[in-house]
């Protein structure tokens, strides 16, 4: 069992631009069990300031990845967070793709005969054509 | 074409989304000592019934107020199962709301009928071996392993 087994696998894999910052893959993995999660337990989570968790979910909230509902619960205004439909499909096709990269890379380093290149090797050919960047900077 | 980099790069993702869901999942998942304080409160709720002072008195109000007390502070304080606002949650306390109800109901009834206070005393150990068994139970599917994904 992985920790991201939880995540639905179904739909496209698609790397997601939106998602993949850090602290915007924090948060949606942090959302994605859930169907609501309280602000102040997010932050936490996340482990960043209210500013920079606002200015994340702002742009998550843009891309209509997350919704969030604001109530008065203990006579304190509480704000609670869930992912949309949107954003889980996004968020699964997203993990999808990660998978995708990771084996085939795998797949790619098991299937080599030439011993003299090893795992080290600048670039696997592989057949997917596609080429991302994931050192993505923060936020 | 997949670089090392790269998939690097997505093996470092898939961890953070494991441990975050880890630590997401942690954080509202109920301790231990909780489930076995709404236990015990439970059974003496439903046991308290079985003496004589417990019936028609403040004794078994002031338990039955103890034991919702309790769970009130508990499910703000964690969101166990039946308070975690999801879907499996709504249905975890429909199910076992009616399974309690008729636990206790049944006793009664049968107590009522000359069945003995043993009738009560056994329904308020299955509360408790509700609550302390199967309570973390309910909670399974929300912790995951933190390891790694690759």
Sequence with gaps: MTGTEGVAATGDSTFDPVIHPPHRLR????????????????????????????????ILMDARYVAQRRATREGRQRVSLRLTDEGRRAFAGHVLALRNIVGRFDAAVANRTDPGVGPGAEAIGAESGESLSLHSAPG | METQPDAAGARRALDEIAQVRAQASARQRTPRWMWQLLGVLSFVWIAVLAVPVGWNT?????????????????????????????????????????GELAVVIAAVVLNKNGAGPWVLVTAGAVMYAGLVLLGPLTERHVGTPTRSLS
Excluded: M
């Design chain 1, 27 to 58: 948060i949606c993995a942090a959302l994605e069990p859930w169907e609501e999660y309280e602000f102040s337990a997010l932050r936490e989570v996340v482990g960043v300031s209210d500013s920079v968790l606002s200015k994340q979910l702002a």
């Design chain 2, 58 to 98: 403040w004794v078994s109000w002031l338990a039955l107020g103890a034991f919702v007390v309790a769970s009130s502070w508990v499910a703000r304080r964690t969101g166990f199962a039946p308070f975690e606002g999801t879907r499996h949650g709504r249905w975890v306390a429909a199910i076992w709301g009616a």
